[in-house]
T-cell receptor, first 117, second 112 residues
Framework: GAVVSQHPSWVICKSGTSVKIECRSL??????MFWYRQFPKQSLMLMAT?????????EQGVEKDKFLINHASLTLSTLTVTSAHPEDSSFYIC?????????????FGQGTRLTVV | GENVEQHPSTLSVQEGDSAVIKCTYS??????FPWYKQELGKRPQLIID?????GEKKDQRIAVTLNKTAKHFSLHITETQPEDSAVYFC???????????FGRGTSLIVHP
């Protein structure tokens, strides 16, 4: 089946630093990838839709200058949390749509637990 | 935009019983409805999905039903087992945007 790999699975960083999270589709091409944030015992909150070769589409309330998204190839999207603060600590998950699955199915990465100290 | 409501938020059953989770959606343009299972600290896993041209789909102990007129769909798990314990999310995906909107999740607890 379709595999999405997210790296790192966890990271601890100091307040004020930036963190980059990678999302790769290993065995399929993904024109579109999604970035979510999940708080404990809560649902998946869509942050942005990442489109290969073009600018990401951010959801209302998500700061695009703080959460930089780059989707430079059909298999890789990156999310950079800039100038991280403790309130950015969360579980970040990406998902990718398989171009060849009719465009409907999305597969999730394993998530990244970010802790800002 | 799409709005998905999911109930109940918590469901506790005895092993062997059936479990039903219900979702409603608001956008009549939604045509794809996946269900995900998420174990603690892990990624959501797609367990079953249904498209709007189908009313019911079954895969072993799991089934999903869809009522387009009423805009609701349900997940049915029969003969529950402790390993079914997890959080389950429904989602509705409008055709065209392909962006799924997730329900708030149901924490299913299966007692041995």
């Amino acid at each position: 089946g379709a595999v999405v790999s997210q790296h790192p699975s966890w990271v601890i960083c100091k307040s004020g630093t930036s963190v980059k999270i990678e999302c790769r589709s290993l065995d399929f091409q993904a024109t579109t990838m999604f970035w979510y944030r999940q708080f404990p015992k809560q649902s998946l909150m869509l942050m942005a839709t990442s489109n290969e070769g073009s600018k990401a589409t951010y959801e209302q309330g998500v700061e695009k200058d703080k959460f930089l998204i780059n989707h430079a190839s059909l298999t890789l999207s990156t999310l950079t949390v800039t100038s991280a603060h403790p309130e950015d600590s969360s579980f970040y998950i990406c998902s990718a749509r398989d171009n060849n699955s009719g465009g409907l199915g999305a597969f999730f990465g394993q998530g990244t637990r970010l802790t800002v100290v | 935009g799409e709005n998905v409501e999911q109930h109940p938020s918590t469901l506790s059953v005895q092993e062997g019983d059936s479990a039903v989770i219900k979702c409603t959606y608001s956008d009549s343009a939604s045509n794809y409805f996946p269900w995900y299972k998420q174990e603690l600290g892990k990624r959501p896993q797609l367990i079953i999905d249904i498209r709007s041209n189908v009313g019911e789909k079954k895969d072993q102990r799991i089934a999903v039903t869809l009522n387009k007129t009423a805009k609701h769909f349900s997940l049915h798990i029969t003969e529950t087992q402790p390993e079914d314990s997890a959080v389950y999310f429904c989602a509705a995906t409008p055709g065209g945007s392909y962006i799924p909107t997730f329900g708030r999740g149901t924490s299913l607890i299966v007692h041995p």
